[in-house]
């Protein structure tokens, strides 16, 4: 099936997932979310602890997460990523239904499975009255009989945090050692009971917990039950990256797996990055949802330094290209037109103050200069590394009746002078980075005869932040920049400045332009 490309494809629409996913989508990325619908807290009824949403159900905050996302121009794919692979410079990634899709960017926020204890009737409550994080239940739980179902060596650290929401808590050890000898008095001293033996079931009466079972067949009253479980990261389609989920520990104790990343979800992949439970296993909805937001803004940067880098590729390439003849030549032939027609505006102004004579019309292109100095007197080399405009220049002439006062020359001055003595040199709007512009205007500025007028006119540099017709802005100039490499003993300076004029942007718009404006007589 046909492949697209986003920025970033999110695997996993919770709320670390759509949290990224919103991020990216307002900072102008394409974004793809991939979601299998199995979010941990389904079993819940509400989720808690995330200011100005507390008790929101948890499928209510996926779903205005979802519509705020597409609102911002992400895409929504439900099937599961079962895979990933390197593709040069970014993954495919496969979904279960054989679909493909590529991003150059992967944030992975599949979250992690809860492995309860073996207990028959326990997974069916769970989320209900069977819990574990007192932040996430502890308030609704309240004041309950709640026994704290012995897993490991925190299931002592746990029965001090839920004493602090009811005063009637409870160790149920399950076949672990009693607590030794300094517990022991800590748990007393706070009147939490330990119960022994092996707990082998739930009680329920009218959808409600009333006990716990133990092997001996005793019952043990309870509204609640806290079983801590292991977490175990969803990390299938990590794996196939090489990234496997790696034991996570704390006080010695091994509660599950986790995928390693620094704090912005970055992992040792270049290129992937994770959020929420997948790799923090204690982050509640809004901790998630921040992971989420943290690793999109480091991917974001990412991709803005990668585009940065390919810019710059460009911008070097295009520099070192769009000046040969092959270029001219494929620019011309790529439209019957590719000026207005008409002279350009500051030679129109500033020749007729000249005694016509010799004139060079250096870039001539298709010949609007040219021919309009032949109309008034001038003899006229046109000179231009295109043979595709010198035709049409040399059609334009014969067309304006003046191709005997015409000479067209199809050159690249820099690497063959003008050569010959001209009354007027013009250089319309040629645009060079500055090492070739300053050989060549010195060549210019050779081949005007004593008493001739150089005269160059450029976009001036203070377009760049109106109008960036020509964002190149090295090689823009200031007429005073070209005036100073002029030999002061042999030149008198006529004009430098900026000089404004009327000009039609892309939008239609009529704004002011300024060019760069350069008149200056060669002393005879």
Same mark, same amino acid.
């Given at each position: 099936?046909?492949?697209?490309?986003?920025? $970033?494809?999110?695997?996993?629409?919770?709320?670390?997932?759509?949290?990224?996913?919103?991020?990216?989508?307002?900072?102008?990325?394409?974004?793809?979310?991939?979601?299998?619908?199995?979010?941990?807290?389904?079993?819940?009824?509400?989720?808690?602890?995330?200011?100005?949403?507390?008790?929101?159900?948890?499928?209510?905050?996926?779903?205005?997460?979802?519509?705020?996302?597409?609102?911002?121009?992400?895409?929504?794919?439900?099937?599961?990523?079962?895979?990933?692979?390197?593709?040069?410079?970014?993954?495919?990634?496969?979904?279960?239904?054989?679909?493909?899709?590529?991003?150059?960017?992967?944030?992975?926020?599949?979250?992690?499975?809860?492995?309860?204890?073996?207990?028959?009737?326990?997974?069916?409550?769970?989320? !209900?009255?069977?819990?574990?994080?007192?932040?996430?239940?502890?308030?609704?739980?309240?004041?309950?009989?709640?026994?704290?179902?012995?897993?490991?060596?925190?299931?002592?650290?746990?029965?001090?945090?839920?004493?602090?929401?009811?005063?009637?808590?409870?160790?149920?050890?399950?076949?672990?050692?009693?607590?030794?000898?300094?517990?022991?008095?800590?748990?007393?001293?706070?009147?939490?009971?330990?119960?022994?033996?092996?707990?082998?079931?739930?009680?329920?009466?009218?959808?409600?917990?009333?006990?716990?079972?133990?092997?001996?067949?005793?019952?043990?009253? $309870?509204?609640?039950?806290?079983?801590?479980?292991?977490?175990?990261? !969803?990390?299938?389609?990590?794996?196939?990256?090489?990234?496997?989920?790696?034991?996570?520990?704390?006080?010695?104790?091994?509660?599950?797996?986790?995928?390693?990343?620094?704090?912005?979800?970055?992992?040792?992949?270049?290129?992937?990055?994770?959020?929420?439970?997948?790799?923090?296993?204690?982050?509640?909805?809004?901790?998630?949802?921040?992971?989420?937001?943290?690793?999109? @803004?480091?991917?974001?940067?990412?991709?803005?330094?990668?585009?940065?880098?390919?810019?710059?590729?460009?911008?070097?390439?295009?520099?070192?290209?769009?000046?040969?003849?092959?270029?001219?030549?494929?620019?011309?032939?790529?439209?019957?037109?590719?000026?207005?027609?008409?002279?350009?505006?500051?030679?129109?102004?500033?020749?007729?103050?000249?005694?016509?004579?010799?004139?060079?019309?250096?870039?001539?292109?298709?010949?609007?200069?040219?021919?309009?100095?032949?109309?008034?007197?001038?003899?006229?080399?046109?000179?231009?590394?295109?043979?595709?405009?010198?035709?049409?220049?040399?059609?334009? @002439? @014969?067309? @304006?009746?003046?191709?005997?006062?015409?000479?067209?020359?199809?050159?690249?001055? !820099?690497?063959?002078?003008?050569?010959?003595?001209?009354?007027?040199?013009?250089?319309?709007?040629?645009?060079?980075?500055?090492?070739?512009?300053?050989?060549?205007?010195?060549?210019?500025?050779?081949?005007?005869?004593?008493?001739?007028?150089?005269?160059?006119?450029?976009?001036?540099?203070?377009?760049?932040?109106?109008?960036?017709?020509?964002?190149?802005?090295?090689?823009?100039?200031?007429?005073?920049?070209?005036?100073?490499?002029?030999?002061?003993?042999?030149?008198?300076? $006529?004009?430098?400045?900026?000089?404004?004029?009327?000009?039609?942007?892309?939008?239609?718009?009529?704004?002011?332009?300024?060019?760069?404006?350069?008149?200056?007589?060669?002393?005879?």
């Amino acid at each position: 099936m046909e492949e697209q490309t986003y920025d $970033v494809v999110v695997i996993g629409g919770g709320a670390a997932g759509l949290s990224g996913a919103l991020a990216l989508a307002r900072s102008r990325r394409s974004v793809l979310v991939v979601d299998s619908g199995e979010p941990r807290n389904a079993p819940a009824a509400h989720m808690h602890n995330y200011l100005g949403r507390d008790g929101t159900p948890p499928a209510e905050l996926l779903a205005a997460g979802r519509a705020e996302v597409l609102g911002y121009g992400a895409e929504l794919l439900t099937g599961r990523a079962e895979s990933a692979v390197r593709d040069g410079d970014g993954f495919r990634v496969a979904i279960d239904d054989g679909r493909l899709v590529r991003g150059r960017r992967l944030l992975v926020t599949t979250g992690l499975v809860d492995e309860l204890p073996d207990i028959p009737g326990l997974a069916g409550r769970w989320g !209900r009255d069977v819990a574990h994080c007192p932040y996430c239940h502890g308030w609704e739980l309240r004041d309950r009989r709640i026994g704290v179902l012995a897993t490991g060596p925190l299931s002592l650290l746990q029965a001090q945090m839920w004493r602090q929401l009811s005063p009637h808590v409870l160790i149920l050890l399950n076949g672990r050692p009693a607590p030794g000898a300094e517990q022991a008095e800590e748990l007393a001293a706070r009147g939490i009971p330990v119960v022994a033996g092996e707990v082998v079931g739930v009680e329920v009466s009218g959808d409600r917990m009333t006990g716990v079972r133990l092997a001996s067949g005793e019952t043990i009253a $309870v509204d609640a039950l806290v079983a801590g479980p292991r977490f175990t990261a !969803r990390s299938g389609v990590l794996e196939s990256l090489d990234l496997p989920a790696e034991p996570f520990e704390m006080h010695g104790h091994v509660l599950g797996s986790r995928i390693p990343a620094d704090e912005t979800g970055a992992t040792r992949v270049p290129g992937v990055w994770v959020a929420g439970n997948v790799t923090n296993l204690g982050a509640t909805v809004v901790v998630a949802a921040a992971g989420g937001q943290t690793a999109a @803004a480091a991917i974001n940067m990412d991709l803005i330094a990668e585009d940065t880098r390919r810019a710059v590729d460009a911008y070097r390439e295009r520099i070192s290209t769009m000046f040969t003849e092959e270029a001219w030549e494929q620019r011309y032939r790529g439209r019957d037109a590719i000026w207005s027609g008409r002279p350009n505006p500051q030679l129109v102004a500033e020749a007729p103050g000249l005694t016509p004579g010799r004139a060079l019309d250096v870039g001539c292109g298709e010949g609007a200069d040219t021919v309009w100095l032949a109309e008034r007197g001038w003899e006229v080399t046109g000179v231009d590394i295109s043979t595709v405009a010198l035709e049409r220049a040399a059609g334009h @002439a @014969a067309g @304006a009746g003046v191709a005997e006062r015409v000479t067209f020359r199809h050159a690249d001055l !820099r690497a063959d002078p003008p050569g010959e003595a001209y009354d007027l040199v013009s250089a319309q709007f040629m645009h060079l980075p500055p090492e070739e512009r300053r050989e060549l205007y010195a060549r210019l500025a050779a081949a005007v005869a004593p008493g001739g007028t150089l005269l160059v006119v450029g976009h001036h540099p203070s377009d760049l932040a109106t109008f960036a017709r020509h964002h190149f802005p090295d090689m823009l100039f200031t007429a005073e920049e070209i005036a100073a490499e002029l030999d002061p003993e042999a030149w008198k300076v $006529v004009t430098a400045e900026a000089r404004p004029r009327t000009a039609t942007d892309p939008d239609g718009r009529v704004i002011t332009v300024r060019d760069a404006v350069l008149v200056a007589r060669r002393q005879g």
